[in-house]
């Protein structure tokens, strides 16, 4: 199999890689890690008649951290995030979600960015962003601008970016307190999509409260959601059994998913309500086993 | 698009067109065959090659990408003659039986043991989780890695005798 045939560009420059998707509109497509995109060619799903190839546009592998946030560059791969132990005690999430996605060899490939734009709902890092709080930065013809997590998400495979638009940097803001995440997923085998995914992340402040609760759904709705009101009940409170439980309900209450081959509407709705409850007392008890610890 | 690349080691240079994939480009530009192409739609693993020592699938990487960059295939493996531990290993401990998948096993588990000298069954299971075996079941693969894993330290610790 092999794709119908493209014009091939390699900007080396942000710049000239604008001025490429400006040029050829609809027509052009964003080359990252092609482990995506690549797949549908050879499937034909999509047949873009130019590629834009990002992967000699200089510092789009650049990773800064200042004292509010940490910025990815758009070329971050999967991998890098998966063993990159410089970032696990303060980004602890990354490292969760990372390894669930795909297989070791698509990790090495494929990008956070890619993924983001793509935008499947089943994919594993819209979840993870929204539980982040994160944000991207995107760049276009006229000029450069921060699009939240919470309002990147459109509909099936649809973002706000424009085509002539780059998506360039992934924000994630630096936790304030201890940091608590984790990363559920259900897959019918090794390296597939989730059937469902929740993604958790929260702070525990130094009187054991709640604060920045973020709760990412992958598969169970459109595009990634993130449950506002579940993780509302959750901020400024100490973690009960009694709290995660109405927390992991209103989560699934949140949900809007399809019965398909993966499973039923209510089986996943379901799973939705099951991971929550699982991943917040998983959290809490690690919580409680550390306070044990320091005291 | 005329692109060079070195591989196991050699410059090389080919005239393909945009859509060629990097597996064909290894297998028919530059008639290395070892390299062998499974599903073609990213799922086995088969086809697996180093691209600046990264294990990937190259069904799903254009040659016009990899452009100036540094390949390994299966062949460059052996060494004068000389067989890789992992071949050994694959060898001694019966790590394949059609032998399909084998030359995607051998440059994951090459990467892996780079990276990780002495990984764990449960990091090796991890590693090859890309990598799907229709024949052994896994189990020979992985005793086949764990034969290799103490050569190549030794290999590696020789190597810096002579560096000494
Ligand atoms: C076998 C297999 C299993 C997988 N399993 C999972 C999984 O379990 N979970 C999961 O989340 N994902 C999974 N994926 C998808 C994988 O994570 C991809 O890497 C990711 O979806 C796309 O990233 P990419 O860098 O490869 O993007 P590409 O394939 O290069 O691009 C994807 C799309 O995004 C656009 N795009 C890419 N980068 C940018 C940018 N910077 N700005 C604007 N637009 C851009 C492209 O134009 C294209 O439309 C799997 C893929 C495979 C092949
Ligand atoms: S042939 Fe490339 S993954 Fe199967
Ligand atoms: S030995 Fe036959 S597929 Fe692995």
New interface residues.
Partial sequence: MFPNAFEYQSPTSLDEAVALLVEHGYEAKILAGGQSLLPMMKLRVAAPTVLVDLGRVPGLDARTENDRELSLGAMTRHASLEWDEDLWARYPLLRETAAWIADPLVRNRGTMAGSLAHADPAADWGAALLALHGSVTVDGPNGSRRVGADDFFVDVFTTRLEPDEVLTAVHIPRPEHDVFATHLKLERKVGDFAVVAVSLQVEIDGDGRIRRPGIGLAGVGPTSLHATAAASLLEGQPLSLELIREAAAKASAATDPASDRRGSADFKRDMVRLFVERGLRSIESRFDEGRRRSA | ?LISVTVNGQERTADV?????LC?LVRDELSLTGTHVGC????C?AC?VLLDG????SC???A??VDGQELMTVEGLEQAGDLHPLQKGFWESHGLQCGFCTPGMLM?TYALLERNPDPTEDEIR??I???LCRCTGYQNIVKAVQYAAPLVREKREAAREVAR
Avoid: F, H, I
Wanted: proline letters at 7%; glycine letters at 8%; aromatic letters at 4%.
């Fill in positions: 698009m067109e945009p859509r060629t994939l064909y073609d739609t990213t799922s693993g697996t990264v294990p990937v699938k799903t990487v254009l016009v990408q994951t991890r590693a989780s890309g990598n």
